[in-house]
């Protein structure tokens, strides 16, 4: 048994070799019993429209058909939703989204059921389709009222400025293309329970709106959680459908029912990162210190509210990104369209509020014809700018100018831009850029009521131990960190430490596993619960070793010492074996809710985070002028993770957010056509980024001497805030364009950066936007 800590040492994923030779059991693989039954979704071809008249009669006579089930054979309310229960699991009336699912036909295997929904009848009436943003503005269709702040006179500071500059910035949506696709596999027990084995990142919110919509109190429902082939908030609140759709069909046929999407099903039904529209008005000076900053910011929410409003809350509290602005106004709104609901997805609405901001930095660089990377470093937030967010919570331990100076100098920033652009001045074709892209990432549920997370810790008699928590595994290494910090505290190894599924049967009222805090909140509640075992095993174990009573003691190595005598020690299972004689209980909840944050939406001011996560990435592209292609040539990230849980887990965790943001910046281009219909399906007509799109040189590392105070292990959340460093592709590719292109006329860039839309920008013609 190794005597060294497992917490802050590198170690693979707990599942790792499972993931690699097939063993890892997913919601799918799971042996089902005799007379399990599979559902198959219909769904709407229409984007709006009325449903006149349903006939399933023929569907139903067909052989090895269990029955079909329309809204109106829902027991409890057919209404769900993660904030507002606006969202109808089956269609009654009318069909708002190509996709909506209408009737869920429930029989013995997927072609059979298939098979009977080509004899559903379902007569419609076609009502017209809000499709885009600038529709809905038109229309004034939203799903919230506007969301302000503001900080100063930002009319007056814009008029006083010397420089001022108005422009938009658009991005498109991203799907979450995770491996695993939705999944739930609902089995009735005794007493009318029902379990659902789901692939969701929320657990308690698939509990609740299982019961919500069977109409049973929620100790009806059971939600276990294997683990997950991918999330990235995908499943935060849209996985919940399908547990409740199965949950529905094994509450009316006794049986077992599973319901596995197609990878089309699961892309046409389930939303996207939302696309953003926005305009701004920036003031700054001739150094290109920026003055004032005035931005109207619009989201494209879908047809019903879903998460939407805390995305657009969370866009807006990142406007600023990086950088200090003296005097602001953000406001912001979600529009309404016959989309699929947009949700949650890695940066929840930050990489959208950033990219506004970046915008306005190029522009304004451009203009000056300064190096963006040094506008960038004139605006950081810092004592001699402004160390108050623009909602007006305080910045403490700023790593802003720390990580610019020591990323400068690893990358050698400075001399590679003057090399770049010697090399452009002789290539007439092939053009190359350099980007620097710093970020600030808020950290905590915007939701402060979601900022809690419970813990059981079992200690067998052995000394080995169960664990189980709230948090839910989707491939982040989540459970390998909470294992470390469990093994930590009692002073065992890791593989002593075994963490089991999540479960609300263990850990009632859970949060999701979102806004980059699983390990933050898991992880003081599990340190919660084992320090509470510690205290009771205490007295036991000074007796054991005859220490005097309050005797200091040393969980460490499977042992527990002495303080005062180091070489008296005894193994940490013959302490829990005498515990289980003398009848000492080693079960333990722990608990944890995160302190002194609170928001005002009202006033738009408060301390929405309880810290801020810090990084910066420098990006060299190639672009080929003739075509529009581009390739990354390297990458250099210097990412704060404060003192690192698991230093290859959180590695690997900034270079997957970082391709995954490149992806969403360049190539990810979700398209739908004019009827609402999605074009972009599958893997075919879908791109997401390859081994090929990674950087040829890819340089990755964790700031050191960074604890975080007041955080478990004085570490940092990790999953999010690199997603956001990708966006500094884009600065790359304008300072290559710009090579390329000797207009003085503002470049614009459309995201996604597409080899079309490098192509127009280099051509001097309109972005396309999808």
Not at 625 to 633: D, F, I, S
Request: proline residues 6%; contains cysteine; glycine residues 10%.
């Amino acid at each position: 048994m190794s005597t060294k800590s497992p917490l802050h040492q590198s170690t693979h994923h707990e599942s790792g070799v499972e993931h690699a030779n097939g063993k890892a059991v997913y919601v799918a693989d799971i042996p089902v019993p005799e007379g399990t039954l599979v559902g198959y979704i219909l769904c709407s071809p229409h984007a709006h429209a009325r449903i006149l008249r349903t006939d399933a009669s023929r569907a139903r006579k067909h052989p090895g058909i269990q029955t079909i089930l329309f809204a109106q054979d829902i027991p409890g309310d057919n209404a769900i939703g993660p904030i507002v229960h606006d969202e109808p699991i089956l269609a009654s009336d009318r069909v708002e989204f190509v996709g909506q699912a209408v009737a869920l036909i429930v029989g013995k295997d997927i072609a059979t059921c298939r098979a009977a929904a080509a004899h559903i009848e379902v007569e419609y009436e076609s009502l017209e389709a809000c499709l885009s943003i600038e529709e809905a503005i038109k229309q004034e269709a939203y799903l919230t009222d506007p969301h302000i702040i503001a900080r100063g006179d930002v009319e007056q500071a814009l008029t006083d400025a010397p420089l001022r500059r108005a422009g938009e910035a658009w991005n498109g949506a991203q799907n979450h293309f995770y491996l695993e696709t939705q999944a739930a596999f609902a089995i009735p027990e005794e007493q009318g329970q029902i379990r659902v084995l789901s692939s969701t990142q929320h657990p308690t919110e698939m509990q609740r709106m299982v019961a919500h919509v069977l109409g049973v109190p929620h100790h009806m429902i059971i939600c276990d959680v294997p683990r997950m082939g991918g999330g990235f908030g995908g499943k935060e609140s849209q996985s919940t459908n399908f547990g409740c759709l199965a949950a529905l069909a094994a509450h009316y046929t006794g049986c077992p029912v599973k319901i596995c999407l197609e990878r089309d099903q699961d892309m046409q039904m389930t939303g996207n990162r939302h696309p953003f529209w926005s305009r701004y008005d920036v003031g700054f000076d001739e150094t290109g210190k920026i003055l004032a900053f005035k931005v109207d910011i619009f989201s494209d929410g879908g047809w019903v509210s879903d998460l939407s409003t805390a995305i657009m809350d969370r866009a807006l509290f990142h406007l600023d990104n990086a950088y200090f602005i003296p005097a602001l106004r953000f406001e912001g709104r979600v529009c309404k369209t016959n989309l699929p609901s947009n949700t949650a997805f890695r940066g929840f609405g930050g990489p959208q509020g950033m990219v506004v901001i970046e915008e306005a930095i190029n522009q304004i660089a451009e203009q000056l014809h300064l190096d963006p990377a040094e506008v960038r470093r004139r605006n950081f937030y810092g004592p001699d700018t402004g160390t108050h967010a623009p909602y007006g919570q305080a910045l403490t331990h700023i790593r802003l100018q720390r990580i610019w100076t020591e990323l400068s100098a690893s990358s050698a920033y400075a001399s590679r831009r003057a090399a770049i652009d010697a090399f452009n001045q002789t290539s007439p074709y092939v053009k190359r850029g350099i980007g620097f892209q710093p970020i600030k990432f808020g950290i905590s549920f915007t939701a402060s009521l979601l900022n809690q997370a419970g813990a059981l810790v079992l200690i067998y008699s052995d000394g080995s131990v169960q664990l189980n928590h709230g948090g839910t595994e989707m491939g982040q290494g989540l459970h390998t960190k909470m294992r470390a910090v469990c093994a930590h505290i009692l002073g065992i190894s890791s593989d002593r430490v075994r963490v089991m599924c999540t479960s609300t049967e263990k850990i009632p009222n859970t949060s999701p596993t979102a806004a980059s805090s699983g390990s933050d909140l898991n992880g003081q509640a599990i340190a919660n619960a084992c320090q509470e075992l510690r205290e009771r095993m205490a007295p036991v174990a000074r007796e054991m070793l005859q220490c005097a009573e309050n005797s200091p003691l040393k969980f460490s190595g499977g042992k527990i010492t002495a303080t005062a005598n180091p070489h008296k020690s005894i193994g940490f299972h013959e302490v829990t074996h005498q515990c289980w004689v003398q009848r000492v209980s080693l079960a333990a909840t722990g608990f944890y809710a995160t302190p002194g944050i609170a928001y005002d939406r009202e006033r738009g001011q408060g301390t929405p985070f309880f810290y801020y996560a810090y990084g910066a990435a420098v990006v060299e592209v190639e672009v080929h002028t003739l075509t529009g292609e581009h390739r990354m040539r390297r990458a250099d990230i210097l990412h704060d993770v404060g003192n690192p849980l698991i230093p290859s887990i959180d590695l690997g965790q900034v270079e997957g957010a970082f391709i995954q943001g490149v992806g969403w910046v360049t190539c990810e281009e979700v398209l739908y056509d004019d009827q609402g219909k999605l074009l972009t399906h599958g893997p075919s007509t879908y791109k997401i980024p390859a081994v090929g799109d990674a950087p040829h040189d890819f340089r990755v590392a964790l700031l050191d001497r960074a604890d975080q105070p007041g955080v478990i292990g004085g570490s940092k959340a990790v999953g999010e805030p690199p997603f956001m460093l990708g966006i500094g592709v884009i600065t790359a590719l304008r300072h290559a364009i710009r090579s390329a292109n000797a207009s003085t006329e503002p470049l614009i860039l459309s995201i996604p950066a597409t080899p079309e839309s490098i192509l127009r920008a280099i051509c001097g013609e309109e972005p396309y936007r999808a």
